[in-house]
């Protein structure tokens, strides 16, 4: 008596029948790595992100804290969560950090928003990757509290997707997961106008560090 | 194969179709909608100078997919085990359903939370749970208001395109016991929001199925808008992953032609707003157990057919049914299966049998406009033609003239014979011109019997011509 | 050169003034014109319907009709779409070798008129007058079959005197689309009232294409609702001058 997987494999092989195929090589003719400058790569980046509705500031690494700061302040975050390897130099005077590990589903929901780096950005699509390495944190700080503050470095932005990709293999081939965010949450269900804000974070904000 | 069958046969589309043109509110509704996508989709395509290279490597990696998918079925199960997923076959609807009850009772749960996934409306998953005493609570703004309205989706990417805001917001507070409310959209996804909040938090079982699972590294990937995807994927202890057989990619490098020809295609943007990719269990991060269950269902019957096998390639985009004249004037309904528009017309006949929708590779005019836009490049209207050949031979000289499938092949098979041979042809045409005479009125011909009554309902017949072309051509020389 | 037309059936049974419209217009441009009368249809019907097996008979008639024409041109997108999309896929089903080969040899010698005039003759301005307004509507096999792109505008904007105005809408189906007209009868109408809303909204007196399916679908309509607009295929404007202008 066959089992399920038995069974499925011997109905897929009596489909194909006897024909092996040819095994030529895919083609892959698209693009692999971008051809702009970095300079074009970063204000396509912030562009980008910016039409998402999500919000950018731009900061050298010394001026980093005070731009978290402005943030925080502008959005009147009290209570900021973050993750473990946050440095404290990011966390603004004033604000409490919540920090992790031991922080449970309310806590984050009841908090005023989220600071995390990200693992790299692409240009081409304004998206944000997150891979729960340096910075970032296990997937539920990011996703739980209402308001979303994200730091990315100049360096960790690709041109394009394929990039994205190839830069994500250490991570997955460690297991991890990644989240890929490209503006606030959205849906289009209602008459097809686009409400901004359903289960993630309602607000991104975006800070550039050069 | 199980397809659970509905109480009644289902209506042939044609039937059907009667029925939905009547609809004023659906059909402006899905202009709207198909129009506004329509735009957005062309502007994001334009934007990229390697589309066309993209869609055929996506061609070319799901037509390799399917012809080595045992190999990549395997690979997958092994890398999912490696990184602590349990895998689980099922053949058919009834051992899918059965699979996940089991998992859902095994932790004592009376609720579980749902990411929007076509493949368990398949396979009528909910209705399973039910029967089970387990609530599925669906996530998604749109498959929740459907839910609650009791109905069945009506497009593949936006269920409840067929309500308005106001029977929403009447909806709303009816079924989710709000006092006030508004029928402003932003006002009506909050109350989702908060809704869903609370579920998603005491939910211990979260149910999802799956866009891509890439087999070299074990990877499932979920591409979403709303968040309620990376909820149900995140928050609960126990993930279960749905996922039909043909979902499989072979390698982590595919992702970067599917993640960009998905969104463009789908919502027309350049990146939907989260993506999420994960890999089995990963300790302190997420479900602490996760349960991939591959399902066939008939997907290893479509195999079978060379040509019709290209039905399997479709990613979801639902950028046919966008474009399809046919599906903007009739909806999701008439295709009566959870699979409309084009890409239904060839996948659920060939799912369920060709018995069972013999009249959806006829549902049709063979524009093209979908095989334009489908970014894997799946030739719709050839596999169409090709399923009306099979319907053609199934059904066979069994249609007597009483019915009219057999009057269409007893005309077809005489017109045949006329066209075989010139003489025949010639005499036909001057047949033609005297029967003709009775249904002229001030040279055109106004109103056809019979079968062939549908195209004078709005139209006049241009009538077999006093001299044809070729008897002017005779005459001349 | 030698043209052999395939006026194809339903042209040569409804409307022969298409056909006698191609003989005037390669004359005129100094061209030889036969016409095999062996020849029939080219099968789409049966093969679109579902009747593959009929469909065979008529592409081995086809194959044998023109074998030896130096090209054949139709004033058809849809037929010339079914020989070159159809007719080497039905004849490698049959197995037979050489039918595969005659097929093969035959399909790049046949073209549609449109295409043929600009893509193979190298010609926009064919001397053609006609002083109407004209709206043009694409066929689907014409836009996404044969692609013939905008060869047929090209030769339009060439007529002396016509007064061309885009159709909205235009790369919209008509909602022909064969027996799909009867057998979805319809959905058909419901598509055809809007692509007739469209032509009715640029005023033009002629609704042209390349396709006499299409536009007996669309003319059929104006004219049972008597509108100010009624079809002509391009064919015939092509072939109006200043001394023998077409009605």
């Given at each position: 008596m066959s089992t399920a997987r038995e069974e499925i494999l011997a109905r897929i092989r009596g489909a194909l029948?006897?024909?092996?195929?040819?095994?030529?090589?895919?083609?892959?003719?698209?693009?692999?790595?971008?051809?702009?400058t970095p300079e074009e790569r970063l204000e396509r980046f912030a562009e980008r992100v910016a039409e998402y509705r999500a919000s950018v500031r731009r900061c050298d690494e010394a001026g980093l804290p005070a731009t978290i700061a402005e943030a925080c302040a502008a959005r009147g975050v009290k209570r900021l969560v973050v993750p473990p390897?946050?440095?404290?130099?990011?966390i603004p005077a004033g604000v409490q950090p919540l920090r992790d590990p031991g922080l449970s589903n309310a806590d984050l929901d009841a908090a005023d928003g989220v600071l995390t780096g990200c693992a790299l950005g692409i240009a081409e699509t304004g998206t944000i990757v997150l891979d729960g390495g340096a910075r970032q944190g296990r997937r539920a700080l990011s996703l739980l509290p209402d308001y979303h503050l994200c730091v990315v470095f100049a360096h960790q932005v690709v041109g394009i997707v394929p990039e994205a990709i190839e830069r994500l293999r250490p991570a997955v081939a460690e297991g991890r997961p990644i989240t890929f965010i490209s503006g606030p949450s959205a849906t289009s269900d209602i008459e097809l106008s686009r409400v901004e804000g359903v289960h993630g974070p309602r607000t991104l904000e975006v800070v550039i560090v050069r | 194969m199980s397809h659970p069958t509905p109480a009644r046969p289902p209506l042939r589309f044609e039937e059907a179709v009667r029925i939905a043109l009547r609809n004023t509110q659906l059909r402006r509704n899905l202009e709207r909608a198909t129009g506004n996508i329509r735009r957005k989709r062309a502007s994001v395509v334009a934007e990229l100078p390697d589309w066309e290279a993209l869609r055929e490597a996506g061609r070319a990696i799901k037509e390799r997919t399917m012809s080595e998918l045992a190999e990549h079925l395997v690979q997958l199960e092994a890398a999912v085990q490696r990184a602590g997923g349990v895998v689980h076959w099922a053949r058919d609807a009834e051992e899918a359903n059965r699979i996940v009850v089991d998992i859902v009772r095994r932790h004592g749960a009376r609720e579980v939370v749902k990411v929007k996934s076509i493949t368990t409306d398949e396979i009528r998953l909910n209705a399973a749970l039910e029967r089970a005493g387990i609530q599925a609570i669906e996530t998604d703004l749109a498959e929740l208001i459907i839910q609650l309205a009791g109905e069945s989706s009506?497009?593949?990417?936006?269920?409840?395109?067929?309500?308005?805001r106001a029977e929403i917001r009447e909806l709303f507070m009816r079924r989710l016991g709000i006092r006030e409310l508004s029928d402003r959209p932003a006002d009506l996804a909050a109350a989702a929001r908060l809704h869903l909040r609370r579920k998603f938090f005491e939910a211990r079982v979260g149910i999802s199925g799956a866009n891509f699972a890439v087999a070299e590294t074990g990877t499932v990937a979920v591409v979403e808008s709303e968040g309620n995807g990376r909820m149900c994927t995140t928050l609960p202890e126990v993930l279960i992953t749905v996922m039909g057989i043909e979902k499989v990619i072979p390698r982590w490098e595919d992702l970067g032609v599917f993640l960009q020809l998905l969104p463009r295609s789908s919502t027309g943007e350049r990146m939907n707003p989260y993506t999420s990719l994960w890999t089995g269990v990963r300790e302190g991060d997420g479900p602490r157990e996760f349960h991939l269950v591959l399902l066939d269902n008939g997907r290893t019957q479509v195999l079978r057919d060379p040509t019709g096998r290209q039905a399997l390639h479709c990613i979801r985009c639902s950028a046919c049914l966008n474009v399809c004249p046919v599906y903007a004037r009739a909806g999701g309904h008439a295709y009566g299966s959870v699979y409309p528009g084009p890409i239904g017309a060839i996948l659920t006949p060939q799912l369920v049998g060709l018995e069972r929708a013999s009249s959806l590779p006829y549902a049709s005019s063979l524009c093209g406009a979908c095989y334009d836009v489908c970014p894997v490049k799946i030739n719709i209207p050839e596999v169409l033609v090709h399923l009306r050949g099979k319907v053609v031979r199934r059904s066979g000289a069994r249609r007597g003239p009483q019915t009219a499938e057999g009057r269409e092949r007893l005309a077809l098979k005489v017109l045949g014979w006329i066209l075989q041979d010139r003489r025949r042809f010639e005499r036909a045409q001057r047949w033609a011109r005297v029967a003709q005479r009775p249904y002229l009125q001030d040279g055109m011909i106004r109103s056809l019997p019979g079968d062939l009554a549908g195209w004078t309902v709005m139209r006049d017949l241009k009538p077999v011509a006093a001299q044809t072309f070729r008897e002017w051509w005779v005459s001349r020389s | 050169m030698r043209i052999s037309l395939f006026i194809t059936c339903f042209n040569d049974t409804l409307f022969p003034e298409t056909g006698k419209a191609m003989v005037s217009l390669f004359e005129r441009l100094g061209h030889e014109v036969e016409f095999p009368l062996d020849q029939t249809c080219c099968g789409q019907i049966h093969y679109n319907t579902g009747y593959h097996e009929d469909a065979l008979p008529l592409l081995r008639r086809f194959v044998d009709v023109f074998?030896?024409?130096e090209v054949v041109v139709a004033p058809s997108a849809s037929c010339v779409g079914m020989v070159r999309e159809h007719y080497p896929k039905l004849a490698e089903q049959t197995g037979d070798a050489r039918l595969v080969d005659e097929v093969n040899a035959l399909v790049p010698r046949v073209f549609e008129l449109s295409e043929f005039l600009?893509?193979?003759?190298?010609?926009?301005?064919?001397g053609a007058y006609y002083p109407h307004r004209v709206t043009y509507h694409p066929t689907c096999h014409s836009l996404?079959?044969?692609?013939?792109?905008?060869a047929p505008l090209r030769l339009l904007r060439a007529v002396r005197g016509i007064d061309l105005v885009e159709l909205p809408d235009a790369t919209e189906c008509c909602g022909f689309g064969g027996t799909f007209a009867v057998k979805n009868a319809d959905m058909s109408m419901a598509m055809l009232t809007d692509k007739i809303r469209c032509v009715l909204e640029t005023r033009a007196q002629v609704c042209t294409a390349i396709d006499n399916s299409c536009l007996m679908h669309i003319g059929g309509a104006l004219h049972r609702l008597r509108a100010g607009t009624r079809t002509v295929h391009l064919a015939e404007i092509l072939a109006s001058t200043e001394e023998a202008p077409a009605q």
């Open positions: 029948g006897s024909a092996s195929p040819a095994g030529a090589p895919i083609p892959r003719a698209y693009r692999q790595v971008a051809e702009d390897d946050v440095p404290e130099t990011w | 009506s497009h593949i990417l936006v269920p409840a395109v067929h309500k308005n | 074998r030896d024409a600009v893509y193979r003759l190298g010609l926009e301005d064919v996404r079959g044969l692609r013939v792109g905008d």
